[in-house]
């Protein structure tokens, strides 16, 4: 009888070890599903906008193979096939101002203020020649910095008669001041201009055309070749949109450009340096009735 009990509860025993056994791994999808949730809700405002038309996941070989396509285009001198490259480029990327990610007051004020002060002339050629053939074409940044800076911190530095300091510096101080400051990826502002088909600098492009470009006319005497090749792309760009070398190196691949935003806490005043040919300036800005209005300038650069 005794043995029976001990065989009876070694049974109960095992059941019971089953049995829990059968519940780990149902515990277990639970914790996994768990945390997966919450890194999917504490991420979810470091997600990239949604593209409306594209997939914005950057591959190296994709830049390489545009490369590729510019240097069978050029190599041929191609317009037709230059103007088809143009234009995929242009549908495969729409402006992303209206977003719902990019609705928040801040956000709204930043896009509003581009699309105010960015104005190409597509007549405009580089070093300042005019051609009554104008661009169809406009390369736009991707990228943008701005800043939220307190009322009376923005005024001290932008609105006060003189200066405190050279204005130049105004961003950089109020950012090591504390000042609230972002740098946005995936920037697609709409633009205002009537005939001008945009072309946002995403990474992929900027790649493929600095791959494409080479070197630029400035390097020294012994890569004279490379340079010089690099200087006939370019021309060949040229007949597109403005894009020019560096002073130094590199290369501009979009002209004009917003080198950075300020904002006040407000959201009624901002500063804005746009850059052209190897020159920049800071305006200054109010914002009335029927939107961003400049009321004047703060200083000028040239490189």
């Not at 509860?9 to 949730?37: H, Q, W, Y």
């Not at 012994?222 to 040229?238: D, I, P, V």
């Amino acid at each position: 009888m005794l043995s029976l009990r001990k065989s009876a509860s070694a049974m109960n025993l095992r059941k019971t070890d089953r049995s829990e056994l059968n519940l780990f791994p149902a515990l277990s999808f639970l914790v996994v599903c768990f945390i997966g949730g919450y890194f999917l809700w504490a991420t979810k405002d470091a997600l990239p906008s949604e593209a409306d038309n594209t997939d914005f996941r950057y591959a190296p070989s994709r830049a390489k193979e545009l490369a590729q396509e510019l240097d069978s285009i050029y190599s041929c001198k191609s317009g037709p096939g230059m103007e088809e490259f143009l234009e995929t480029w242009h549908r495969k990327y729409t402006s992303n101002a209206s977003a719902p990610d990019n609705q928040n007051d801040t956000l709204r004020n930043v896009y509003n203020l581009f699309t105010t002060l960015f104005n190409p002339d597509p007549t405009l050629r580089p070093r300042g020649f005019r051609s009554d053939s104008a661009y169809r074409y406009v390369v736009i940044q991707s990228q943008l910095t701005f800043c939220v800076a307190e009322d009376g911190m923005f005024d001290y530095y932008y609105e006060s008669s003189p200066p405190p300091t050279f204005p130049t510096d105004g961003f950089y101080l109020l950012r090591k001041a504390g000042a609230y400051y972002r740098v946005l990826d995936d920037f697609r502002p709409q633009i205002r201009q009537a005939g001008l088909k945009q072309l946002y600098l995403t990474d992929e492009y900027k790649d493929a055309l600095e791959l494409f470009l080479e070197k630029n006319g400035y390097w020294p005497d012994e890569e004279r070749t490379s340079a010089e090749s690099g200087r006939k792309r370019m021309r060949f760009l040229q007949n597109y949109w403005y894009v020019i070398n560096g002073h130094w190196e590199g290369w501009h691949l979009g002209i004009p450009a917003i080198g950075y935003i300020v904002l006040n806490k407000s959201l009624d005043k901002a500063v804005a340096e746009v850059v052209e040919e190897y020159n920049g300036s800071g305006v200054l800005l109010h914002k009335t009735h029927s939107g961003w209005k400049e009321v004047g300038g703060l200083y000028h650069w040239e490189e």
